[in-house]
């Protein structure tokens, strides 16, 4: 299938830069899956469209201030963005993957908050192998002198308020460098109306890679070679599943890594089942989903594998008619923009 088929022209003025406040207050576009007319409110109002019984999954991911400034040791700065732990290093301190920005060469050193690290390889993507000493607590270091991996289409520098802000308000698993941007306009009182309306909640994890901007580059879907990312779907998410699919209701994925990590989970050879480990599912037409039953999510960029994920759902066609709405409409779009729910 051609890639072009998902372009699509976005007048630039409508990506976000800043976020909603207070957080349900984003935009919120709602549709069927096959075809009818699109309702329009806000994420407040998200309890008019769930029904007892629903289940809504969520990814507890929390981002962490990956980006690290520092400098060669040899001279010269140098960026960092740690993507994600790669293990122990030798000497028994932690061992990171990551992208450097700057010259860097296998056994550089680099100063980063006081902290001494080593390239210790370089892979055939550019991607970087960072040792860090015995002792050193890496997520600590990042607290203290990281910054927030802000999207690269948010064209300002990253905010105080962003340490809050580019996360959901349930997150409690760092690992990640992008946000589940669906549940950035969750907050605890919207989600407490949802459980007394009876709709219940369950979490996955999955660590978001900066995998997640790249756009797919070849002619043809099928020759994409999707990231990896880590994930986990815990027994007791499972179980609630199964449950809600017993009584009638929807499982509904809040944001496109949810529905990654559960379509992963049954995608096994013996089905849905408890899942931890690595993934490099790539969801896109002509495939159907196995057991989500309805998507929150956020507007993604053109040829983006989230874009054709979402396409599982909608078909293609109307997809596209569903985003020509919403830029009529002028949604704010991307990580910080407005949510679509797709039913």
Known sequence: MDTARFDYTLPPQL????PAEPRDAARLLVAARDQGEATHATIADLARFLRPGDLLVLNRTRVFPARLFGAKVSGGEVEVLLVHRDGGAADGGERWRCLVRGRVRVGQAIALGGVIATVTACDENGDRQLDFPAGVDVLALCERIGHVPLPPYIRRG????????YQSVF????????????????TPELLERLRALGVETALVDLAIGPGTFKPVSTERIEDHLIHAEHCSCPSETIAAMVACQQRGGRVIAVGTTVVRTLESAAAQPGGLAPYAGWTRIFLHPPQTLRVVDGLLTNFHLPRSSLLMLVSCLTGIDRLHMLYREAIAREYRFYSYGDAMLIL
């Open 158 to 165: 990253d905010e105080a308020g962003d340490r809050e802000r």
């Open 171 to 186: 997150a409690d698993r760092p690992g990640s460098v992008a946000a589940p941007t669906a549940s950035l306009h969750l």
């Open 15 to 18: 990506i976000a830069q800043h």
